[in-house]
């Protein structure tokens, strides 16, 4: 018998990881469900499992900050997770388990048999490599907050009230929600790889756009869009595709 403690956040995650288990994994007992990294580490040092199904994506504490309160683990981990490709590979890099929500059967089951044959815990330097990896293969995100560097000091800004970033000479431009128009000592290249993410994009050699704030796009004219402001900002042609890659369409 495997026994076993679910740690998820999401409570029909829970239900559902139990009914899988059960229905198709009868040799695992489960010992505890957990809805947060902090009961989940009090139940494993309670009950002593042999393995975890362990959410990555909790409020407060994550999975992989809640790995770090072991000295070492003595117990078997697999990571249950809704990322995409990006971070699958970094999985297989670092040969740790996995489930992809939503979980198939046949790879619970799968899962479950390796841990049967193995019976052995994941090592310290196979849970850093994993991060070291996903650091390196998930797409960036955009920071909250980004410090622009003036003439006299440094304005602090959330970044989701820019709304786009135009190029002045060794300058930028940034303009905000607001209408604040701050000139930043930097130029735009930048302003670019620091905000680097899925809620901007270079749309122009001349202008970094939030497309959060697009209020439309107008085929006319080779292909502009007018932003929550109504300026008219140009798409360039080696740019346009990629940027219409951003959007589905109905």
Partial sequence: MIRCILIDDESNSLEMMEWLLQTYCPEVQILAQCNSAETGIKAIRELQPDV??????MPHMNGFDMLEQFERLNF???F?????????KAFRYSALNYLLKPIDPDDLKATVQRIAERQQA???????MLLQTMKQSLPRSTPPRIALTTGDGLIFVA???ILYCEAESNYTKVVMSNNRKILVAKVLKEIDDALSGEDFFRIHNSFLINVNHIKRFVRGDGGYVVMDDDTSITISRSRRQAFMDMFPRF
């Fill in 76 to 78: 078997d981990v697999v």
């Fill in 52 to 57: 975890i199904f362990l959410d990555i994506e």
């Fill in 159 to 161: 970044t989701q009230d």
């Fill in 80 to 88: 249950c997770t809704a990322y995409d490709q990006f971070a699958l």
């Fill in 122 to 128: 994941p090592s310290r330097e196979q849970i850093d």
